[in-house]
Every structure is written in C-alpha cells, then in structure tokens.
C-alpha cells in the first residue's frame, strides 16, 4: 500500500520515524536528500480495500443475433446494463462470445468523486467547463488529501469524500480505510507544500499562441534539491495526467483562483 507521509520536525537523513496505517505501526526512516515538513512516499506491507483495488469484472456470454456477423454493433443489456458491443471476426449467427459488462457511472448525487473525473464521471479540465469540479463549496474540496485530529490527539492524514453544506461538516477516509463522519472544519486541516496546499485547485496555462487555454489541476507536490533555493512543482490535471514545472514556469504559467481559507482559533486572539 502506497502511503504519503510527512517527515516530522527535526529530522534528518537516516533517522527513523513512526507511520500508523491499517491499525498498524511501521518504523521508516527519513530518506536522503529528504528534511522536514517534506512529503514522501512509502510502500507499506498492508492490503489495500477492494474498492481501492478495483472490482472484479463481471463477464457474460453473449450470442451472435441473428443478421449480424462481424463488425456488427450489437445492444447487450445484462445485469441491469445497457450497452454496446462489436461482434468479433470470424463470428456468426448463434456463435457465443465473452464480454465484459461495463460499470456503472455513479448516480447523481453521490458524494464519492473518482480520481480524474468531473461529476459526470468524464474527464474535464478547460475553466471554460465551469467551476472546478472537485470544489465543495467549503474550505476544503472534494478528494483533497487534509489532516484530521483524532481524539488521541493526533494528526492523520485523510481525504476528503464528503460535504454536508448545511452543517459544514466532511467525511474524511483514513489511509486504513476508516471514514471519519461529520467532521468540522476545525477538526481539519491543509497539508502544506512549498507555500501551497496538496491538492490545492490551481489554473494552468497550456499550449502556444491562440491555442493557449487554462486548464484546472491540483497540486500534487514540490521538489527541491538539497542546498537548492528553488524548486519544481507537480500538477495532475483533472484528466489524470500529470506534469512538472520548473520554479520559472510556475511563476508565469499558473494562478491561483480565490479559496477560502481554514480559520484558525488563533486568529481571534
């Protein structure tokens, strides 16, 4: 299982440090080049959900109707699916052949936002779109990896998969699978990198000319070389596909739409 951490305050390369994940305990240590604050990933000895797998495909064998052969398009509903398929070469009427039924695009209304998908379950990226698709309204938006406290007085991280915006609470998931219900915007907070949060929405400018266009994608992280001032930045657009930008690029050819921010308790004093 792949886990993003942050590598604690006062750290060096080398020293070992503690992860929980799965109700487990795993000791790593802060890798070169690494220092504190950083994020780094690591690949622990733990199963993974089978949602996070992947179902597993559901085959029915279908039969060629008659009047078709192949190349034809034929319309297959099974399992309560609707679909289309094209008949194989060197097939014919009443010949059997295996196809796998489609999964559903998830219903409206569902809270649960794939990786990479709009709320029409189809890739989107242009600002001409709309709003940016991920964005819940609240200070956080949807699919964005936070922090949650726990009642141990830790921190985790989490995601968020949920907004309630009438009572301005998230449901967040833990990397072990466990969902944190109703959580207040208190409870929570941003993952910072390099001056920005992780998963923060951001416009990007892409192409040359008049095909120049601003496209949606969250910050996926930063890098930055030892004893080097600057450092390059990672995007993944909202169609999956992921880039990274020099600290010259980053500074003309992004911006940053208005989000709100966290309030913290300290701000009253």
């Known amino acids: 299982m792949l886990l993003t951490v942050e590598v604690p305050a006062g750290l060096a390369a080398g020293d070992p440090f503690s992860v929980e994940a799965g109700?487990?305990?795993?000791?790593?240590?802060?890798?070169?080049?690494?220092?504190?604050?950083?994020?780094?990933?690591?690949?622990?000895?733990?199963?993974?959900?089978?949602?996070?797998?992947?179902?597993?495909?559901?085959?029915?064998?279908?039969?060629?109707?008659?009047?078709?052969?192949?190349?034809?398009?034929?319309?297959?509903?099974?399992?309560?699916?609707?679909?289309?398929?094209?008949?194989?070469?060197?097939?014919?009427?009443?010949?059997?052949?295996?196809?796998?039924?489609?999964?559903p695009?998830?219903?409206?209304?569902?809270?649960?936002?794939?990786?990479?998908?709009?709320?029409?379950?189809k890739p989107r990226g242009r600002v001409s779109?709309?709003?940016?698709?991920?964005?819940?309204?609240?200070?956080?938006?949807?699919?964005?990896?936070?922090?949650?406290?726990?009642?141990d007085g830790r921190w985790s991280a989490a995601t968020v998969v949920a907004y309630d915006a009438l009572g301005d609470t998230y449901d967040v998931e833990l990397f072990d699978g466990q969902v944190k219900y109703m959580m207040e915007t208190d409870y929570l907070r941003f993952i910072d990198v390099g001056g920005f949060h992780l998963h923060q929405r951001i416009q990007v400018l892409e192409g040359k000319g008049a095909a120049q266009e601003w496209l949606w994608a969250r910050v996926d992280g930063m890098h930055k070389a030892p004893g080097s001032m600057f450092g390059s930045y990672s995007v993944e657009f909202i169609d999956g596909q992921k880039r990274q930008y020099t600290w010259e690029e980053w500074s003309t050819c992004t911006r940053q739409p208005r989000q709100r921010r966290k309030k913290r308790d300290d701000d009253d004093d």
């Not at 695009?105 to 709009?118: F, N």
């Not at 991920?134 to 699919?143: A, I, K, W």
């Open 23 to 103: 109700g487990q305990i795993f000791e790593i240590c802060v890798p070169d080049g690494v220092g504190p604050g950083e994020l780094i990933e690591v690949d622990l000895p733990i199963d993974e959900p089978s949602e996070a797998r992947g179902a597993e495909p559901l085959l029915v064998d279908i039969a060629v109707p008659d009047g078709t052969g192949p190349g034809s398009e034929v319309t297959i509903e099974a399992e309560g699916v609707t679909f289309t398929v094209v008949v194989p070469d060197g097939l014919f009427p009443g010949d059997i052949f295996t196809v796998e039924v489609p999964q």
């Open 105 to 121: 695009e998830t219903p409206a209304g569902e809270s649960k936002t794939e990786p990479g998908s709009g709320p029409t379950g």
């Open 129 to 151: 779109d709309g709003p940016y698709p991920y964005h819940s309204g609240g200070t956080f938006d949807m699919q964005q990896a936070v922090e949650v406290y726990r009642t």
